[in-house]
């Protein structure tokens, strides 16, 4: 078990939730419709994705300190892990999401904001990544 934080009680002067209407903010599969960071091509294994999550097309706040997405993997065959923590920052050595059968599988992950609200996501396999934002932490 990995422990990202903590939630406090209302009033103790921590960041305020706030829930946005689910949508997407990368999808790295062929024909998706996305570009730039956010779009194909699929990351090759071994590698990391950086995505300003501020920028994509979701209206995500540059005050936001942390997101609650939900990651999906769509492997062409297994992959170990997937590490999703803020830009910036070192890579930590624990996993978001696994599919060691090669599955697609989802999780939620509530995620820091990491250097102009960008997050980093390392796969050890190739991968195609489907991000959407469910809401944010802020001030």
């Known amino acids: 078990m990995d422990i990202n934080g903590y939630f406090a009680p209302p009033g103790a002067g921590g960041?305020?939730?706030?829930?946005v209407t689910p949508c997407r903010v990368a999808d790295?599969?062929?024909?998706?419709?996305?570009?730039g960071a956010f779009g194909?091509?699929?990351?090759?294994g071994g590698s990391t994705r950086t995505m300003p999550a501020p920028s994509g097309g979701?209206?995500?706040?540059a005050t936001a300190r942390a997101y609650a997405f939900n990651v999906t993997v769509v492997p062409p065959g297994p992959l170990a892990?997937?590490?999703?923590?803020p830009a910036g920052l070192a890579q930590p050595l624990v996993s978001t999401l696994n599919s060691?059968?090669?599955f697609v599988v989802a999780n939620a992950a509530l995620v820091p904001a990491g250097a102009?609200?960008?997050v980093s996501f390392f796969v050890t396999d190739p991968?195609?990544?489907i991000v959407d934002v469910n809401g944010y932490f802020g001030p």
């Open 15 to 19: 960041l305020n939730f706030a829930p």
């Open 28 to 35: 790295t599969r062929t024909n998706s419709g996305f570009g």
């Open 40 to 44: 194909p091509p699929t990351p090759a």
């Open 58 to 61: 979701c209206g995500l706040p």
């Open 81 to 85: 892990f997937l590490t999703a923590w």
């Open 100 to 102: 060691f059968r090669g």
């Open 116 to 118: 102009n609200g960008a």
């Open 127 to 129: 991968s195609d990544l």
